[in-house]
């Protein structure tokens, strides 16, 4: 059998590896992997393959499979500036496989469709306010909190996802959002770090990234977007909108109004809105309640007292996981539709898609061993009885 470069190159971006750490790990050449992932040398031993699955913990089938085709895909992430190409290339791989996935369910349960409203009014352009005015009037939020925004996004059809982040100061996302057009029909998936947990934080991610949906191009490809200017500019129309959605102007600006300035009286307004103290001092400067020197002097007491960076109520205001995905595991297996065994099979016959359940458990945040294979122990000193 031919081993599939494609494939072979796919696994490897998706444990972070370059063919420098695979050959060091495997004990070959990084000129080996190189060719092998580019099929100018497919026939390499199963020993050799095995020990590349065993690195890279993909099945051995895997790298024999046909190529997986991609829809047309655009990208827009959180500090594309500081991340490097690698790392941006590993977590839209996470969600390309989040895609097959979900194209794999979608045969088995009716998602919610896509609901947004018609962004292209010639007033709405380019206008952060009014665009999310108009997806709050849409989604029938009123000027109340948005206590999960996550919820809120799923229940409009829009995929939700989080990843594990790469701590390195030169190689750290926050968010992304994807587009994802295969013709028949087109969806939009939304990621965000799972090293964060507060509601505050994780509100502002998600809105940040509704906000590219909403105002933003998807012709460009992500790489076009490292052009400084355009990709600062591009931030921070969606920051505008993210502050806008979440905090409303008239119900937020009389609260603020209403609120001490003072770090209580903040701590209080989070309580509320479930976002961050520093997000909300920002709005109420744009909204001209306080001033710039207000504004700056309630920065530094949040530096002095070190709650920049871990605000009051970041480890109370918990938001809940992305679950549309999840469910929708968990009934196929609920309704007896598919046993884990069986789900897996199909994946990997009608999708070319063998990979590790744990794989799979961690892209929809399935409880652990949800879709795993009981191991069994063998025993060397044990026989079976000949008179059986």
């Known amino acids: 059998m031919k081993i599939n ?3 072979l190159k796919m696994a490897r971006i998706y444990r972070g590896l370059t063919t420098k750490d695979l050959a060091e790990k495997i004990g070959c050449q990084r000129q080996t992997i190189s ?34 085709s991609f829809p047309y895909s655009s990208v827009y992430f959180r ?16 969600l390309d496989f989040i895609n097959i996935i979900y194209d794999f369910l979608k045969e088995y349960i009716i998602f919610p469709k896509l609901d947004l409203p018609n962004f292209n009014q010639e007033n709405l352009k380019r206008d ?23 919820y809120e996004v799923e229940k409009h059809g829009i995929l939700v996802s989080s990843f594990s982040t790469n701590n390195s100061s030169n190689n750290y996302v926050d968010a992304l959002s994807k587009r994802i057009d295969n013709g028949a029909y087109m969806k939009y998936l939304i990621a965000y770090s799972n090293n964060k ?29 490292e052009e400084s200017s355009y990709f600062k500019e591009k931030e921070r129309e969606a920051n505008k ?3 806008a959605f979440l905090l409303p102007r008239e119900s937020f600006k009389k609260d603020v109004e209403n609120t001490p300035l003072n770090i209580s009286g903040y701590i209080e307004l989070k309580n509320k809105w479930h976002v961050s103290i520093q997000a909300m001092l920002y709005r ?27 605000e009051p109520l970041d480890d109370i205001l918990l938001t809940r996981q992305p679950s549309l995905l999840k469910t929708a595991v968990l009934m ?12 897996m099979d199909e994946l990997a016959s009608v999708y070319n898609f063998s990979i590790m359940p744990e794989d799979i458990e961690n892209l929809l945040n399935l409880p652990k061993e949800t879709l795993s294979q009981s191991k069994i122990i063998y025993f060397q000193n044990l026989r079976i009885r000949k008179n059986l």
């Open 5 to 7: 470069g494609k494939r």
């Open 35 to 68: 060719m092998y992932e580019n099929n100018l040398q497919s026939n390499p031993s199963e020993s050799i393959i095995s020990k590349i699955s065993k690195e890279l913990n993909f099945p051995f089938r895997f790298f024999y499979e046909k190529n997986i």
């Open 79 to 94: 500090s594309l500036l500081t991340t490097t190409k690698k790392y941006r290339e590993e977590v839209q791989l996470k």
């Open 128 to 150: 952060p306010e009014k665009t999310a005015n108009l997806l709050r009037e849409y989604w029938n939020l009123g000027n109340r909190p948005i206590e999960n925004i996550i």
């Open 197 to 225: 947990t507060s509601a505050a934080r994780i509100h502002f991610d998600i809105a940040h990234e509704l906000g590219h949906i909403c105002l933003h191009s998807w012709d460009i490809d992500s790489d076009e977007l």
């Open 241 to 243: 909108f993210a502050s």
């Open 284 to 310: 109420a400067f744009d909204l001209k309640v306080i001033n710039i020197d207000e504004y700056q002097l309630m920065i530094r007491r949040l530096q002095k007292n070190k709650m920049r960076r871990n």
């Open 332 to 343: 196929l297996l609920n309704e007896n539709v598919f046993t884990a065994k069986s789900f």
